[in-house]
């Protein structure tokens, strides 16, 4: 049985991979601050939960035990934050490119060695609709989650001669933490705007990881969860 890692693994839609992908990998997930809930998911799933702050390359390395069989990697930590461009400090920027696209690369980089070794894997990247179309004081995490979907795109190019199959997932406003800091007016306001009427579940993101898993004719490709958002 292969190996699975995902990042960020207590959140909604961490815990929804973790969920989908337990049945037929060995999972082992990152989580950073949640351990209440990184010891409950590993004993559900009996998945394998590492302590790591994604933005550090050294902290990075603990998950090395664990690429040279792994064949299947979901970068899916990230961090959020509101406020406006000229309110963000050097350290809201840091820690936003540090967590949300440094950490993308630094564990991306860990696993592809052993990936190219077997000619064999999938990554899967988890954007936002935001990375593809930008929102109003939210600049910083818009810009680097479009970093997230043009590192998707050049890496399935170099990684494609070796069957590696790089995707992103852009999900719109789904039902998770990352949005508990919206008022409920604000929610109204997001679901009215998508056509389909509601925000989206955590479950329906982890069906599109799986689509992206199991389509070897798929790479390179952003995948807009958003309800119809755009």
Not at 33 to 62: F, G, H, Q, R, W
Not at 69 to 74: T, V
Not at 183 to 203: C, F, I, N, Q
Request: hydrophobic share 40%; proline share 3%; with cysteine.
């Amino acid at each position: 049985m292969k190996t699975a890692i995902i990042t960020g693994g207590t959140g909604a839609i961490g815990k929804a991979l973790v969920a989908e992908f337990s049945r037929d990998y060995k999972v082992v997930f990152t989580y950073c601050n949640n351990e209440e809930d990184a010891i409950s998911l590993s004993d559900k799933y009996s998945a394998t939960a590492v302590c790591c702050d994604l933005s550090k390359p050294e902290e990075v390395k603990k998950l090395t035990p664990y690429v040279s069989d792994c064949g299947l990697l979901i970068n899916n930590a990230g961090i959020s934050q509101i406020k406006l461009f000229t309110d963000i400090t050097d350290e809201d920027w840091n820690r936003m490119v540090g967590v949300n696209l440094s950490g993308v690369f630094y564990l991306t980089r860990e696993v592809v060695p052993a990936m190219v070794h077997h000619k064999n894997g999938s990554i899967i990247n988890i954007s936002s609709v935001w990375g593809v179309h930008g929102a109003s004081c939210e600049v910083h995490y818009s810009a680097v989650k479009a970093g997230v979907i043009g590192l998707t795109k050049a890496l399935s190019k170099e990684l494609g001669p070796s069957n590696i199959r790089v995707n992103c997932i852009a999900p719109g406003v789904i039902d998770s933490r990352m949005n508990s800091h919206l008022s409920a007016e604000e929610l109204l306001e997001l679901t009215d705007s998508t056509p389909l009427g509601r925000m989206g579940t955590p479950d329906e993101i982890a069906h599109a990881a799986r689509f992206f898993e199991q389509n070897r004719f798929a790479t390179g490709q952003i995948l807009g969860v958003d309800g119809g958002f755009y």
